[in-house]
């Protein structure tokens, strides 16, 4: 015969509510009491209505992830990192994960967003790659509902957020290729509505400013942060009179693209061109040579938002926290010193000869 609630709560001696806090986590019921009843549900095999329980604390136990690419975005390694560590800190703490993708800005992006807010699908969300002005958050925003954020906007009033700090970490990389003796040193850009994107254009500027070295128009690319543009914008570069030493890309997968394509122009990374990238992905250590790039702690970051945002579900008078992390160079094969005039050439040559 399957226990009841009732047969737990007289065999505890205690009244059937006392009985519903305590296995609900109510903090109004003694420890000791709390103890006793839920030993006694343990010992005589008492399994909660977990549905009840969610519907009288007004919980989904869910939390919401909607990413902002096609369903090919799941298999990006920044995606994938980032949802290991959301997901390992969800099944922690006993919460379940609604997961979806739409791409950024579309119709079916906003309805999702809607659904979720009017829906009461999850209890709380969790938005990443903010945009400068981004409808997600002003929608969340205004509508009270718990959201934390991997990025910031323009206004980064009303929510918590983590994000790198992606001024300093584009002067660490520029610092580090003067250095090392380069002067010529390209930037390729992600998208501008893209609040990182902003961020670390403007500290490439400043920091070359900062050294007193120009940036030539030609020197400054845009990509979408995908391999493939990050490869065309390389050949971009490399087709030029004057090609740069060194190339910083906005993110490790069109850094990634660049190394390809320059390999396959039979160019020595590392030693004909310098190539750095920015989030410190996996991937990126196990290429040849391994790419030098600002690490950021992609999965640590998943986990720490999941529980920020937990605890702004418990209580919603909790300060907004803004987390600013500084990134870690990691100085790997594909950056080395600035090539003489004479390698200079042989990369020019390369390029020639391709053309022809």
């Known amino acids: 015969m399957k226990t009841r609630l009732i047969d737990v709560a007289e065999e505890a001696q205690v009244s059937l509510t006392t009985a519903s806090r305590a296995l609900g986590g109510f903090d109004d019921v003694a420890t000791a009491t709390r103890r006793r009843v839920e030993d006694t549900a343990q010992r005589l095999g008492y399994v909660p209505n977990i549905s009840a329980q969610r519907l009288r604390r007004r919980r989904t136990d869910m939390l919401g992830l909607i990413l902002p690419a096609d369903e090919t975005g799941f298999g990006?390694?920044?995606f994938a990192e980032?949802?290991?560590?959301v997901g390992e800190e969800a099944s922690t703490v006993e919460q379940h994960l609604l997961l979806t993708a739409h791409p950024p800005g579309s119709t079916a992006e906003r309805e999702t967003y809607l659904k979720v807010v009017r829906g009461g699908w999850v209890d709380g969300v969790i938005l990443i790659r903010l945009r400068w002005e981004d409808a997600r958050v002003d929608l969340l925003r205004g509508a009270g509902f718990p959201f934390v954020a991997f990025g910031r906007t323009n206004d980064v009033d009303g929510y918590p957020f983590i994000d790198e700090d992606s001024v300093a970490g584009l002067g660490i990389l520029v610092d580090h290729l003067v250095q090392l003796g380069h002067s010529k040193i390209a930037f390729v850009r992600g998208p501008d509505d893209i609040t990182f994107a902003r961020h670390r254009l403007t500290g490439f500027e400043t920091a070359m400013t900062s050294h007193r070295l120009p940036v030539p128009d030609r020197y400054l690319?845009?990509?979408?942060?995908?391999?493939?543009?990050?490869?065309?914008?390389?050949?971009?570069?490399?087709?030029?009179?004057?090609?740069?030493?060194?190339?910083?890309?906005?993110?490790?997968?069109?850094?990634?693209?660049?190394?390809?394509?320059?390999?396959?122009?039979?160019?020595v990374v590392g030693r004909d061109v310098s190539i750095a990238g920015f989030d410190g992905i996996g991937v990126g250590g196990t290429t040849a040579p391994g790419l030098t790039t600002l690490r950021q702690p992609i999965q640590e970051i998943g986990r720490r938002l999941c529980r920020i945002l937990l605890e702004h579900i418990d209580d919603d008078?909790?300060?907004n926290r803004h987390v600013l992390l500084v990134p870690e160079i990691l100085v790997r094969g594909s950056t080395g010193p600035a090539p003489t005039p004479r390698r200079c050439g042989v990369t020019r040559s390369v390029s020639e000869r391709r053309e022809g």
Do not use: K, W, Y
């Not at 914008?233 to 190339?247: C, I, K």
């Open 221 to 267: 690319l845009s990509g979408d942060l995908r391999r493939e543009s990050g490869a065309e914008a390389m050949s971009e570069l490399m087709d030029q009179t004057h090609p740069p030493t060194a190339v910083i890309f906005c993110n490790d997968m069109m850094a990634l693209g660049g190394m390809e394509e320059a390999v396959g122009r039979g160019v």
């Open 82 to 85: 980032f949802l290991a560590g």
């Open 76 to 78: 990006e390694p920044f």
């Open 317 to 319: 008078t909790r300060a």
